[in-house]
């Protein structure tokens, strides 16, 4: 399977994995002002105050946090400076998705001070 469809298929099983966390799915272009500072792949809300922005990616070897800090350095870069804006009275959660080559979707909750695994699947 190439890159292209096998990204399409993560992406499709963490549609699943957003809902099954208790978010509603949202198209990131609908999402506010977000995609004006990083471009995403999902964003999910909780009420009309929760929002969670995700960036999924696709690894080469078995997942930590170690890795993940080095291969998504840029998004947590990006994720770090989006929360320290003030989106107003919303609760603003960042997440990179990193796919491991077992299937995994491993989810690393971005903080201003590291990264922190906060879920792990195998849909």
């Keep these: ?12 099983r963490s549609i699943k994995l957003l809902i099954s966390r208790g978010f509603e799915s949202v ?29 999924i990616w696709l690894a080469q070897e078995a997942v930590n946090p170690e890795y993940v800090e080095s291969f998504c350095r840029i998004d947590i870069c990006q994720f770090r400076s989006l929360l ?17 080559p077992d299937g995994s979707i491993h989810c690393f909750d971005v903080m201003p001070d590291g990264i922190c695994e906060v879920a792990a699947c195998a849909l």
């Design 1 to 12: 399977m190439n890159a292209r469809r096998l990204l399409y298929a993560v992406k499709q």
């Design 27 to 55: 198209y990131p272009e609908n999402s506010s002002f977000i995609p004006q500072y990083i471009p995403l792949h999902l964003v999910g809300m909780k009420g009309d105050l929760e929002t969670l922005c995700v960036k």
């Design 84 to 100: 320290m804006l003030s989106p107003g009275d919303i609760f603003l959660r960042c997440e990179e998705w990193v796919a491991s």
